[in-house]
Each structure stands twice: as C-alpha cells, then as structure tokens.
Nanobody, 115 residues
Framework: QVQLVESGGGLVQDGGSLRLSCATSGSAISMNDIYWHRQAPGKQREFVARITTGGYTYHTNSVNGRFTISRDNAKNTVYLQMNSLKPEDTAVYYC?????????WGKGTQVTVSS
C-alpha cells in the first residue's frame, strides 16, 4: 500500500505562487505514475497534472504554462509548482499514486486564491 501526504496549500492573492508537495511512503515514488487532481466547491474532481515513471509530464490545458509537476526521487516527493494563480484555481488539491490497477490518494490540501 502507498501512503501520500500533501502539503503546501494556503491562501494566496491573484497572480501569486505556491508549491505543493506530495510525500509518499510504502513505495518508491520512481516506481509509480503520480497524479495531481483538484476539486473545487460544487464541482467534480478534475485532472491537473501527471508525471510518469519515465519522467514524462502532462498538464491539463487550463494550467499549461503556469503549473509544473516534478519529482525528487531521493526525497520520495512529488511537487506541483503553481505560478500566476487565479481565483478559479481555488480547490482542494490531491495527489495520487498509480500502483497496478489502483490509485492511492492523499487527503488533500486546500488552495485558496483571492481576487
């Protein structure tokens, strides 16, 4: 089983930056595809970014050029650098680790962007 803990969320002004961290245990992070999803109030959870075991990265269109997913294998941690934040980025952000047919999720971290 994989355990994940997100951190780094908070309150930031429109145009600001935050870096989210996803610390994992139970499995080397280099052996799993890692996802960031988010869920805004009253909306469905949506895909934000993914980093594969081979290091390939994918970002949803709405965050392309603003958010960057990366991985530090030595620290068993995945990051989501978020720049030029907008009020519509306000959500709970979750990281997930794909292991076989399952994806294990953390409990999330709140990001609030004020206008």
């Amino acid at each position: 089983q994989v355990q994940l803990v997100e951190s780094g969320g908070g309150l930031v002004q429109d145009g600001g930056s935050l870096r989210l961290s996803c610390a994992t245990s139970g499995s080397a992070i280099s052996m799993n595809d890692i996802y960031w999803h988010r869920q805004a109030p009253g909306k469905q959870r949506e895909f934000v970014a993914r980093i594969t075991t081979g290091g390939y990265t994918y970002h949803t269109n709405s965050v392309n050029g603003r958010f960057t997913i990366s991985r530090d294998n030595a620290k068993n941690t995945v990051y989501l650098q978020m720049n030029s934040l907008k009020p519509e980025d306000t959500a709970v952000y979750y990281c997930g680790a794909e292991k076989g047919a399952l994806i294990y999720w953390g409990k999330g971290t709140q990001v609030t962007v004020s206008s």
